[in-house]
């Protein structure tokens, strides 16, 4: 038990910002896993439209050491710090910022905390064949990622969006040596990829609630020993994995990644190793009631 | 108990600002107060120079409800809040800031406060002889907080510093309709002013720690009847309080006006009556402590 009042002149504040912001788990999250530590730490959360102002208001206030960016905020958000790494730059969008004396430092964790996801579950990317569905913000965050951290054989991408398509691929292009191969999304098109690909990443909203009928890939198109990762968590199980784990294919599931982005927040924010089974029991408990 | 992890995305934050901040009582008191009441509120302390983006950031944070303004800021304050009071614009200083949905309200709980510690202690100022030592900040607002407030006979304010002194009364005469004499301090203006006061409020730093064995008023100074509020509460009786209630004078201590402050700004912050017991229990226990 951590009880309120044991808050003084020297403990650290973190926030979410967002709109709308009411459905965010960070608070329960963080706070749980400050408790579990013991540290001098408490986090809220805000609803923002202005996030220029937010941040200089962080900026200001000394205790206020970590802010989450969730949407729309992520791309915005970008402008108002004062220190970006390259990669997040090229990525195009942050999700955390840590107050370090005044001097503000966005970075995203969406990239990494996928990345983790897929070493956590023993899935080799090394010298393999990535197919990526989609080309949005997390596909950008992770298709970046992989690509700077990983040999990849190849990276496939598909999407529906022609110029989000095309804009990922010249930037990957650009900012990587990865061989990157895009098409358009059809079922042709995802046939012929599907046969060749190792791990297949998800990052469309197909099958999200309360569409949770749907999913993008046609069952017949899944090959043996693929792996299946889908960013979707909501519902914890999306159609999409059911069906790839009924083929007896791995799968790695949104929620892994939605659990290591806190979980690096945290580290970011503290400094310290997160107590990721209590970040995860605290996730699980709410998805499970909702 | 009420645990950090009862913390969610409805949750309101208050903070209070200054520089220094290490050793302010406020989120001692508040959320002391908070969790008597089970309120969903949080206090917080930050450390700020730049008042102007503190005060930015506070109006884009949606959950950032209330605000407490010390030493530094109470007079630059008033330049970046949406509406401020009348009389919190003529005393020239605020303590509080209440974000409205994105406007912030900036007004003055420590004259209330003061008049609130006189109320309390069953003492009548209605016709009466007040003196009043010191013109600075809380003289200001003590002083136009019972002329608005009350039908004084007469104010009295004697200070050493002229420049002030003229300016507190110029502005008081404008602002009201109280009969204002005032007069540089010396020994003997100070000895004629105490031979007609009814009620005499210390407004200057004399007889705070580490000087506390110091008083501004020679006790044989003292008339029987008079009443003596000193505003200084560090010590929580100091020599001045002394040695009135020694010459079995009634006494109003510094550390009510304190108390009462944080009464009224709890009162903005939360809406409902503050749990005065609990919030006093606590300053004295850190006064006690000191």
Same sequence: chains 1, 2.
């Avoid at 913000?137 to 992770?142: H, M, N, S």
């Avoid at 083929?247 to 979980?263: C, E, H, P, T, Y």
């Amino acid at each position: 038990m951590k009880d309120i009042r044991s808050i003084s002149t020297s403990t650290q504040f973190c926030a979410v910002i967002g709109n709308p912001i009411a459905h965010s788990l960070s608070p329960a999250i963080h706070n749980a896993a400050f408790v579990e530590l013991d540290l001098d730490f408490v986090y809220v959360a805000c609803r923002v439209e202005d996030v220029k102002n937010a941040l200089a208001g962080m900026r200001a206030l000394n205790n206020f050491r970590g802010m989450s960016i969730t949407i729309p905020h992520k791309i915005e958000a970008m402008k108002h710090v004062d220190e970006i790494a390259e990669i997040d730059r090229t990525i195009g969008s942050i999700n955390t910022v840590i107050n370090e004396q005044g001097k503000l430092l966005g970075l995203g964790t969406d990239g990494p905390g996928a990345l983790k996801a897929i070493i956590d579950a023993g899935v080799e990317i090394d010298d393999k064949n990535i197919l990526m569905l989609g080309s949005g913000g997390a596909a950008r965050a992770i298709s970046f990622t992989l690509t700077r951290n990983a040999k990849l054989e190849k990276l496939s991408i598909l999407d529906i969006n022609e110029i989000m398509l095309q804009q990922l691929t010249t930037d990957l292009k650009a900012g990587t040596d990865t061989f990157i191969k895009s098409e358009l999304l059809s079922e042709r098109s995802l046939a012929t990829a599907m046969e060749n690909a190792d791990v297949i990443i998800h990052c469309t909203p197909i099958g999200m609630q309360p569409n949770e009928d749907a999913s993008l890939i046609p069952a017949e198109f899944f090959q043996s020993k693929q792996v299946i990762f889908d960013i979707v968590y909501t519902p914890l199980e999306t159609k999409l994995l059911a069906d790839a784990r009924s083929r007896g294919l791995k799968v790695i599931s949104g929620v892994d990644m939605f659990i290591n982005q806190a979980v690096l927040q945290f580290e970011r924010f503290t400094g310290v190793d997160a107590p990721i089974e209590v970040m995860r029991r605290v996730v699980m408990e709410h998805l499970a009631s909702h």
